[in-house]
């Protein structure tokens, strides 16, 4: 199995420029979660989708960001406009149930991302 | 208050000791409790999870759980260079995500 693959692992865009971050699940997992990591704030989830659909975007921090998810094996997360404060490295991650069994979430290698 | 605090280190061991890492969270009624390791620029990995009080081992590593005084740790024996990494702890409320702490650094020293 692949794993969880994500693109572009490496972007440098500039301010006020639109961001597309790429995510392939694991096949035959049903969850996935976005998440976003900082030296400040750590690891922080940002939005997650059960068989497609998102369940819970709490996380996602202003509506300069979107996701979605159109099939089992793709998802997106969009920023746009960019800023400079958006500059992390952004993690997908996919399993197969939910967390309150001793399922595993594995996570994808990040996308780092630097506005400038 | 953070939902799920650690130390960020870098807590210093020499090879061969054992490695102590802990982790508080605020929220009584969490459920689950997971380890993460993870490796500088690389992507966290799951090494421990623990559901029950008490001890639970595999290996190298002991996860310890008290529920009662909220919190959850670490130990790593005969530490090694190779375990020198970023730990995330991560506590799940009995939903589907996980609250992530900033983690702690460790350092084996030869």
């Known amino acids: 199995d692949a794993g969880v693959i994500q693109s572009p692992r490496h972007e440098v865009t500039e301010m006020g420029q639109e961001v597309t971050l790429r995510c392939k699940p694991i096949?035959?997992?049903?969850?996935l979660f976005w998440y976003r990591q900082t030296m400040m704030r750590g690891l922080e989830l940002l939005i997650y989708?059960?068989?497609?659909?998102?369940?819970?975007d709490s996380g996602m921090p202003e509506d300069r960001f979107s996701a979605k998810m159109p099939n089992a094996s793709f998802s997106t997360l969009k920023i746009q406009p960019s800023e400079p404060r958006d500059s992390a490295v952004y993690f997908c991650?996919?399993?197969?149930?939910?967390?309150?069994?001793?399922?595993?979430?594995?996570f994808g290698p990040g996308t780092r991302l630097t506005v400038l | 208050q953070k939902e799920v605090e650690q130390n960020s280190g870098p807590l210093s061991v020499p090879e061969g000791a054992i490695a102590s890492l802990n982790c508080t969270y605020s929220?009584?009624?969490?459920?689950?409790f997971f380890w993460y390791r993870q490796y500088s620029g690389k992507s966290p990995e799951l090494i421990m999870s623990?559901?029950?009080?008490g001890d639970k081992e595999d290996g190298r590593f002991t996860a310890q759980l008290n529920k009662a005084s909220q919190y959850v740790s670490l130990l790593i024996r005969d530490s090694q260079p190779s375990d020198s990494a970023t730990y995330l702890c991560?506590?799940?409320?009995?939903?589907?995500?996980?609250?992530f702490g900033t983690g702690t650094r460790l350092q084996v020293f030869p």
């Open positions: 929220d009584r009624g969490s459920q689950s």
């Open positions: 623990i559901y029950s009080n």
């Open positions: 096949s035959g997992h049903d969850y």
């Open positions: 991560a506590v799940n409320k009995n939903t589907d995500k996980l609250i």
């Open positions: 989708f059960n068989n497609n659909v998102p369940i819970d």
């Open positions: 991650a996919s399993s197969t149930t939910g967390l309150g069994s001793t399922d595993t979430q594995y």
